[in-house]
């Protein structure tokens, strides 16, 4: 008897999006059980918070959940294996990080360093080639170099999902599209199992998303953007593994969004001397929301400014990875289109931090006239 692949991959779908859907409506509903708040202070404390009430953060575990029940319905093979045991490493510490607030950002770092050593054990699968000769070169000649960057590259991708998580769908958008332009660019280069594993993660988020957007109920928390990173990454690394013809410029723009916000924020810090781990709220994201804050009269509004945020960032994360899916074999004008789209983010992150700045200073040079004329 044949076996008809498409009823099977609706049926691997549907399981991923209601067990993810579910557990999020369950999980949002922890809001005030004291196994969420065990050892955790306020969220609405830290700097960089961008939400009005707390919100449970066990995203994660529906995700991770959906996913799983899945996949291990789908049958699994080696790189499946793969992703899902490493994957495990970074969503275990993530989890307890959002439980008890008790995991430093050192052994969260340690932990995707973990993970990836351990997918790269386990898959054989490194990165040999960023498309520059003599960078090339060298990866191939040593091989320690090569362990070292997609280490490095693997905690970095990790951690700069984790910088998007806490507006209202903005991780989830960013998530599902990277997911499914990975998965057709898979499926046009002959890799159905990559591309499977991508749709069943993409409908995961979409059960998320439901309770994420336009209000918040529940985030992704650390276990779930950790997850959600590492497992995109990982796919990206065997997709470029398995087809040389897919160019690394097309599978950065796919991921474009977390590695623009990592880069802004490395070079930032730099800039301003800051320390590397230091929060803040000057993320590409935060400073849409403010603008949006200005515009509709200020804090009581951030509702409805954190889900229009994502709305208004929608174009710029959805452009890049569509450019990315469709020049997978098109070095050069994947190439360009990278470049292109790096500079207007540049741009418009300048313009947009500038525009909100100046509105900051108006306003506190207005308050301190009101404060002289009222002692006078």
Not at 108 to 135: E, F, H, K, N, Q
Not at 136 to 147: G, K, Q
Request: glycine share 8%; hydrophobic share 50%; with cysteine.
């Amino acid at each position: 008897m044949a076996v008809d692949w498409n009823t099977v991959l609706i049926g691997q779908l549907t399981t991923s999006f209601l067990i993810s859907g579910l557990l999020s409506y369950i999980c949002a509903g922890t809001r005030h059980h004291p196994l969420t708040r065990k050892g955790r202070t306020s969220d609405l404390r830290a700097v960089q918070a961008s939400h009005i009430f707390d919100v449970p953060r066990l995203g994660g575990l529906a995700i991770f959940s959906g996913f799983m029940t899945a996949m291990l319905s789908k049958g699994t093979m080696s790189q499946e294996v793969m992703l899902m045991g490493s994957g495990l490493i970074v969503f275990v510490v993530g989890i307890w990080e959002d439980i008890s607030g008790d995991v430093s950002a050192q052994r969260r770092l340690i932990a995707s360093m973990v993970a990836a050593a351990a997918a790269m054990y386990m898959s054989g699968a490194m990165i040999t080639r960023l498309d520059l000769p003599t960078i090339d070169f060298l990866l191939v000649a040593v091989p320690a170099i090569a362990v070292c960057l997609t280490i490095l590259l693997s905690a970095a991708y990790t951690h700069a999902f984790n910088l998007i998580d806490g507006m209202n769908g903005l991780s989830a958008t960013v998530g599902i599209s990277s997911s499914l332009a990975l998965a057709w660019t898979a499926h046009q280069n002959g890799q159905s199992s990559i591309s499977a594993t991508m749709i069943l993660l993409a409908a995961a988020i979409c059960g998320f998303a439901l309770l994420n957007w336009p209000r918040s109920r529940i985030f992704l928390g650390d276990g779930g953007a950790y997850f959600i990173g590492h497992v995109l990454f990982w796919s990206a690394v065997l997709l470029a593994r398995a087809v040389p013809e897919v160019n690394i410029a097309s599978i950065i723009l796919i991921m474009f969004w977390p590695v623009a916000e990592l880069t802004t924020t490395i070079l930032r810090r730099l800039i301003s001397g800051t320390p590397l781990g230091k929060p803040d709220r000057l993320h590409f994201h935060q400073i849409v929301r403010r603008g949006i804050e200005i515009a509709t009269e200020g804090r009581q509004k951030r509702s409805f400014a954190n889900a229009m945020t994502t709305v208004c960032l929608l174009p710029a994360i959805i452009v890049p990875t569509c450019l990315g899916a469709v020049l997978a074999r098109n070095g050069t004008f994947a190439a360009l289109a990278l470049v292109f789209c790096a500079f207007l983010y540049t741009c418009s992150y300048i313009f947009l931090r500038k525009r909100v700045a100046r509105h900051k200073a108006r306003r506190r040079i207005g308050k301190l006239r009101r404060s002289s004329r009222n002692r006078g």
